[in-house]
Nanobody, 125 residues
Framework: QVQLVESGGGLVQAGGSVRLSCAASGRTYVSYGMGWFRQAPGKEREFVAA????????KYADSIKGRFTISKDSVKNIVYLQMNSLKPEDTAVYYC??????????????????WGQGTQVTVSS
């Protein structure tokens, strides 16, 4: 098992930047494919970005491509989501997730085994 805790959310103006962090604890010696999803009120959970356990493969949703970057610090067991040029439509609860894997980056919620509690990001216009 691995436990995931997100942080870094908050209120930001449109055009601004935020960096979310996802700290993993527990069985961190296992390689995990990591992902970020978001869910806005009244909407389904939406894929944002994913990173393979090896770190060599990334995948992004079209809506955020070129603005968001997923990365990880393998020593600290933290995955980041750097979000730039934020828009009001980026407002959502952002969730970190993990799946034991090495070489794939996954973009469906059902692919993932572990989830964090989420962190709110609100972008004001």
């Amino acid at each position: 098992q691995v436990q995931l805790v997100e942080s870094g959310g908050g209120l930001v103006q449109a055009g601004g930047s935020v960096r979310l962090s996802c700290a993993a604890s527990g069985r961190t010696y296992v390689s995990y494919g990591m992902g970020w999803f978001r869910q806005a009120p009244g909407k389904e959970r939406e894929f944002v970005a994913a990173l393979s356990g090896s770190g060599g493969i990334t995948k992004y949703a079209d809506s955020i491509k070129g603005r968001f970057t997923i990365s990880k610090d393998s020593v600290k067991n933290i995955v980041y989501l750097q979000m730039n040029s934020l828009k009001p439509e980026d407002t959502a609860v952002y969730y970190c997730c993990a799946k034991p894997s090495v070489y794939n980056a996954y973009d469906r919620p059902s692919d993932y085994d572990y989830w964090g509690q989420g962190t709110q990001v609100t972008v004001s216009s």
